[in-house]
């Protein structure tokens, strides 16, 4: 795995992927803060100094160990609008494997501006750092997310049925995978 050839900026037609910076913080808790955005996260939507605290860790990325993330601005080329965030996950650095995830603001939803940040960030995972198997844990009702992983070629391997708790409200997951493999006949 190659974690030196992560560049700083990756671009789509539409985006711009990049760390995020400190003039990032008012976006950042726009959409950081509104329950929608967190209804299948099984977390609660952050503020104050928990907004503060979540914003430094954005800034903070590392990516050498396991647990580590790689997070990413995406931000609109026409605009300069941060709409949202895509992320790699170390899960495993002997396995080769990363999980994906991603977090958008609600007002940008409806252009395909994901499934484009989220198709880019799985190719930095596959042909920058070198993952064998990125795969995507989605909340079984978040079916914008499923819709998503589906349309870049992520295969269901998994429905885990009532596997979290949040609230006293049971959850189920999907787990979405793909192959390096699966990735350069897409």
């Not at 928990?50 to 396991?66: E, G, I, S, V, Y």
């Not at 990363?98 to 939803?109: H, K, R, S, T």
Request: aromatic residues 12%; glycine residues 8%; negative net charge.
């Amino acid at each position: 795995m190659n974690f030196d050839s992560l560049k700083h900026l990756y671009e789509t037609e539409r985006l711009t992927l990049r760390p995020f910076i400190a003039d990032d913080e008012m976006p950042f808790g726009a959409y950081h803060s509104r329950p929608e955005v967190y209804r299948y996260l099984y977390a609660a939507p952050s503020d104050g100094s928990a907004l503060k605290q979540k914003f430094a860790r954005a800034l903070a990325t590392t990516f050498q160990n396991d647990g580590d993330v790689y997070r990413l601005a995406v931000v609109r080329k026409t605009d300069a609008a941060l709409i949202g965030e895509v992320l790699l996950k170390l899960e495993s650095k002997q396995a080769r494997q990363g999980e994906v995830g991603y977090i958008f603001n609600p007002d940008f939803g409806g252009n395909g501006y994901a499934t484009e940040a989220v198709k880019a960030i799985i190719g930095v995972g596959f042909n920058d750092i070198g993952f064998h198997r990125i795969f995507a844990r989605l909340d079984s009702e978040n079916l914008r997310s499923v819709r998503i992983v589906e349309r870049i070629g992520f295969r269901r391997e998994a429905h885990l049925v009532e596997n979290d708790c949040f609230d006293g409200r049971w959850g189920s997951e999907y787990i979405y995978a793909m192959l390096k493999s699966e990735w350069a006949h897409s």
